[in-house]
Structure formats: C-alpha cells, structure tokens
C-alpha cells in the first residue's frame, strides 16, 4: 500500500497546523498499565501526519500537539501530549 501525505511547513510562531481527514476518530485509554490509542484509517493518517509535521527541522524541541475529547479525541478519552525532544 503507498499513501501519499502532504505536510504542511510548520511556523511555530502561527501555531503547530493540526491537519485531520475527513471522517477521523481517535480514542485513548489507559488501563491495567498500559496507554492504548483506537482510531480508524482516517484517524491513524490524521496522527501520521502530524507526527510527521511535528519532525519537522522548522519546528523546535518542546513543541507539542495537545489532544483531549474536547478537540479532537472520542468522548470519554484519556487525555494525550505529543511533544518533541
């Protein structure tokens, strides 16, 4: 299978971009000790490709996506911080 991704430039001083497919769904939990992510193909492209923007060289140490179920996670998810070294 080939995906073809475009990623966006990053600009931290405008904002990391949160670039999401049409249809994603994204759900996080956390239990018996262990962090799960659950989420269909639009979801697990949406996070590929911010994942992938977040590598950036532009985008320096710290900066982070933030998601909780108020922007961008199911109803009821454990809230999740991606940040870059």
Do not use: R
Request: glycine share 6%.
């Amino acid at each position: 299978m080939n995906i073809l991704l475009n990623i966006s430039d990053q600009v931290v001083e405008n904002g990391l971009k949160n670039d999401w497919e049409n249809g994603f769904i994204i759900k996080t939990k956390y239990e018996n000790d262990q962090f799960n992510v659950i989420a269909n193909k639009e979801g697990l492209i949406s996070l590929a490709k911010q994942l992938l923007a977040l590598a950036q060289d532009t985008v320096p140490s710290g900066q982070h996506f933030h998601y909780d179920d108020y922007n961008s996670l199911e109803d009821g998810s454990t809230e999740l911080i991606i940040q870059k070294m």
